[in-house]
């Protein structure tokens, strides 16, 4: 009797195991799951997101500002969520346990502690960290900065301590609904790009790269010299300095540069935003780019198609960022595109400490000039266009989802201000504020975007069936 009650509880627990199996398998292999797209909640009617451009801010300023821009921090205070791209690298530098790295994103931004306070007080919720200075003081710099925002409660997003968790959603929780950003930048040194564990090998802290290819399309002629430069073997790719370079069809046609966007960061990057909207009521991208150059106003094309594949994907915003003035603004499927809102604030000339390898960079012997005298010699060459100095506070309002109204609210960085204040915002005045607006007019107009001027604010008015 013990025999078969035993032998009768072994069949038991075997068909049970047995049955248990079989339902992992056909879950394993998605006979018994059927995957559909999880649908959300549309932020709550009335919802107001305020976007900003590159925060290079680096010392702590907020008294100056409350009593020379209170009304542009009212702006930034009074939106729902508030946005900027934090351009920069934040500690404090006799206790660092890092070092500069022999590559930057161009200077060795570094702020001040203090500043993470400052951009709370000035009402900024969620910053995007992808950007070419995220290492400029290495994997070290990066992480302390991480930790900083984090315990300020800065949401952020774009960087971290491998692939996965630089390229993951991250969230705000408003009054008005739940905010998801991802952030991704397609402009970096190469040193700077996150990795995943494998096996043994441990994850690379660093940025979420959107990987381009650049492609020179130019004449065959031209393609001919190019190969004998490279040395290439006729009939075979032709690389020279890291671009390809193909011929065109019309041997008449000039030269162009053309971006291919690597598929693999692609797909992830709206894996994750069809994620942050379906874990969210408002899922918006960061992208910051300077293709095809800071000089342009114009986005690369690579830009303006993944910004139309985000919104695809679930997307409510796009917010570009990286060549240091402004570009246009779409509105596409009823969610405002803004390409590049140029910066928010630009105060590089106020750092008191960079490496050596920046002086080498110049051919400026160190000893030789103060720090501000080689930047100020610096910018005079790459930042001396006003346009890097003019910028907008963008304010969206939401209806039903979509976007109803954006108001542009133009600040001036005062370009022809010396010392100190120098890329510190302010409200542009009348005359600077108008020529803001044109010029944003001007650009957006390809993008069939029609942009009102009244009282000194832009406003872009969007039907509902658009």
């Known amino acids: 009797m013990g025999l078969f009650a035993h032998s009768a509880i072994g069949r038991w627990l075997a ?11 056909q879950a394993q292999d998605g006979s018994a799951l059927r995957i559909a797209p ?12 305020a976007a900003v451009g590159d925060i290079i801010y680096l ?3 907020l008294a100056t500002l409350e009593a020379r821009a209170p ?4 702006i930034m205070r009074a939106a729902d969520v508030t946005f900027g791209n934090f351009e920069q690298t934040v500690f404090h530098l006799p206790t660092f346990k890092g070092h500069p790295q022999a590559t930057s994103g161009g200077t060795w931004m570094l702020g001040d502690p203090g500043v993470i306070d400052d951009i709370v007080d000035m009402g900024i919720d969620v910053v995007s960290h992808a950007n070419n200075h995220a290492t400029d003081w290495g994997v070290e710099g990066l992480i302390e900065t991480l930790d900083r925002l984090d315990a300020a409660g800065v949401v952020n997003a774009g960087t971290g301590r491998n692939l996965s968790g630089a390229r993951a959603p991250r969230y705000h929780d408003s009054v008005a609904g739940r905010i998801g950003l991802v952030a991704a930048s397609s402009t970096f040194p190469a040193m700077s790009r996150a990795g995943d564990p494998i096996g043994e090998v441990p994850g690379r802290p660093g940025v979420n790269a959107l990987r381009t290819e650049r492609i020179g399309i130019v004449s065959p002629a031209d393609l001919a010299v190019l190969a004998r430069v490279a040395g290439t073997r006729e009939g075979a790719a032709v690389k020279l300095n890291g671009v390809g370079y193909r011929a065109a069809a019309d041997a008449s046609s000039p030269p162009v540069i053309e971006y291919v ?5 692609e797909a992830a990057n709206l894996l994750s935003i069809r994620q942050a909207k379906q874990n969210g009521n408002f899922a918006f991208f960061s992208l910051h780019n300077h293709e095809p150059g800071n000089a342009s106003q114009t986005p690369a ?10 919104i695809d994907a679930g997307g409510d915003a796009f917010v570009g960022h990286g060549p240091h003035q402004l570009r246009g603004i779409e509105i596409y499927k009823g ?6 809102l140029g910066n928010f604030a630009m105060m590089n000339n106020s750092l008191d400490a960079v490496p050596a390898d920046m ?6 012997e160190p000893g030789s000039a103060t720090t501000p005298e080689l930047l100020a010699a610096r910018n005079a060459v790459s930042f001396g266009d006003a346009n890097l100095f003019e910028s907008v506070i963008a304010v969206s309002r939401f209806v039903g989802g979509r976007v109803s109204e954006i108001r542009l609210y133009p600040i001036d960085l005062g370009v022809g201000t010396q010392g100190a204040m120098r890329g510190v915002p302010m409200m542009a005045d009348a005359i600077v504020g108008r020529r803001i607006l044109e010029r944003l007019q001007r650009l957006s107009q390809p993008f069939g975007t029609t942009i009102a001027i009244e009282n000194g604010i832009g406003i872009i008015r969007i039907p509902a069936d658009r």
């Open 261 to 265: 966007v690597d598929t693999r960061d």
């Open 301 to 310: 094309g690579f830009a303006v198609a993944f910004a139309h594949k985000v």
């Open 335 to 340: 969610r405002p595109i803004f390409y590049s």
């Open 71 to 74: 009304e542009m921090l009212k």
């Open 359 to 364: 002086y080498d960079q110049y051919g400026v």
């Open 15 to 25: 068909a049970g195991l047995l049955a248990v199996a079989s339902g992992a398998a």
């Open 38 to 49: 999880v649908p959300s909640t549309p932020i709550a009617d009335g919802f107001t997101f």
């Open 59 to 61: 010392r702590p300023m």
